[in-house]
């Protein structure tokens, strides 16, 4: 898997939201991402001695699209919520992308269950899955050459 760094520009960039425990199927798709000309930030861009909260508040917030990849461990992560809960109220642009089969908590099931999503783990073949990744709405706004 060959990452990009962070991106860490002024152009519309995808902020990706994940839980740690998840990091290998993640970072399989956030490369994929980059390779295909996306702009991401991931939290590898966070310098060692940063306050974090603050850190990742200013990253949503310039963000143009944020994406959640939601599993059991991203449910039982209280950062991973609190970073969904904030995008909820500063971005236009939110896309859940399940990486396994789980069961939203009421609350979260009532933010967010008219939120775009993708089931990930339905599809086989890789490219279905990019293909149908790619067709969620505005989320070319944070592709180009840079």
Excluded at 119 to 141: C, D, G, M, Q, T
Aim: charged share 25%; proline share 3%; aromatic share 16%.
């Amino acid at each position: 898997m060959s990452l990009v760094s962070a991106y860490n520009g002024d152009k519309p960039f995808a902020f990706i939201s994940y839980s740690h425990k998840d990091t290998d199927i993640v970072l399989q798709i956030v490369s994929q991402m980059q390779a295909d000309g996306f702009r991401v930030w991931y939290d590898e861009g966070i310098k060692p001695g940063t306050d974090w909260d603050e850190f990742i508040a200013s990253r949503i917030n310039k963000s143009s699209y944020f994406i959640a990849f939601l599993s059991e461990n991203y449910l039982n992560s209280t950062n991973c919520k609190d970073e969904m809960n904030y995008a909820r109220d500063k971005s236009d642009n939110i896309l859940l992308v399940y990486i396994e089969p789980v069961s939203m908590p009421s609350g979260m099931e009532l933010r967010f269950g008219r939120s775009q999503a993708i089931h990930a783990y339905n599809y086989e073949v890789k490219a279905e899955f990019f293909e149908k990744f790619y067709l969620s709405e505005n989320i070319n706004i944070c592709k180009g050459n840079d």
